[in-house]
């Protein structure tokens, strides 16, 4: 069977548009960061992910290719290193203007409580639906890594956390040396977040299950990678192991350019 990447292919029979990469420089500060090649392929993966994937707007948000091209240039640079179909779970991303108030019952995360109040959220991954992301948080996000978060980074997170079926916080990893360090770094670490002990750089969020910690080590992974190898080194190893990338590195390039 062909992977969607043979699949889309004919995306790429065009040039990738000077105007989106005036808007990406403009926008996107990790845009600024990479080197020719990653560039590159980043505007390969992103006119693929383009034509492959179903965008959808909410409350009657007007979706343009300024969003679209935006948020795909953050999702696919979690893809830089890993094979395309590793985004087998994307199936259509769904933008809001603003943060997105859900509704109903939910578990409160204290054991047997549950609440009906209003429950405001910046984006949102489930198994079979779409990637949620809210416009003006995205939008920050690409032009302030130093905060720590970013909601594209940390919902597609979730999405290759998924992509071999299980949400457990072990996206698909090469070997079970791999897998086991993996397993041991993480689980200490999310444990250590959970005891109060994590430290001051990785969000208590991430305590919530290992689903979260995964998603909430990503956006700092991506966003402040020099502060997390000074802090969090083995678990800085981790993510460079899987994602195959070295963003620390390629952030110290970038300043020495300038
Ligand atoms: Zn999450």
Redesign the pocket.
Known sequence: MLGRWSQKRHALDEPFPDEWRALLSERVVHWNMLDDAEREQLEDLIRVFLADKRWESAHRFALTDTHKVCISAMACLLLLGLDYDYFHKVKWIQVHPTTVILQGTRATGVQGVVTDSPFPIL???DYEGPVVIAWDSARESATHPERGHNVVY??F??KLDMADGLVDGTPPLSDRAETQRWIDVCTREYEALRDGRGGPILDP?GG?NP??FF??ATELFFDRPIDMQAQKLELYDCLAGFYQQDPAERERRAHARR
């Open positions: 984006g949102e991954a940390h919902e997170a979730h969020y919530v689903g979260e998603a909430v």
